[in-house]
C-alpha cells in the first residue's frame, strides 16, 4: 500500500528520496543504521518510545492551526 505525498511522515520522505539516488541494497543499510542509532539514543536516556518526538525537533517547520494537528493525526 502506497502512501500518499501528503501523508507522509519526515521519515518516509527520506526513505523515497534516498531511494531515488542509492540502490536498494544501501537504502535497507541506511534505514536500519537510521533506527540503530535512534534506538541506541533512547537506551542512552532511558526514554520509552514517542511516536510525534519528531514533531518538537527545532529542525521540523510546524504549520499552524488545525493543518498540524491533522499532520500529527490528533485531528
Aim: proline letters at 5%; glycine letters at 4%.
Amino acid at each position: 500500500k502506497t502512501v500518499s505525498a501528503e501523508k507522509s511522515t519526515p521519515e518516509q520522505i527520506w526513505i523515497r528520496q534516498l531511494a531515488c539516488r542509492m540502490p536498494f541494497g544501501k537504502v535497507l543499510v541506511a534505514i536500519a543504521n537510521k533506527h540503530a542509532r535512534q534506538l541506541w539514543a533512547m537506551l542512552a536516556r532511558e526514554e520509552t518510545y514517542d511516536a510525534e518526538a519528531w514533531l518538537q525537533h527545532p529542525m521540523v517547520q510546524r504549520p499552524a492551526g488545525q493543518h498540524a494537528l491533522r499532520i500529527a493525526g490528533m485531528a
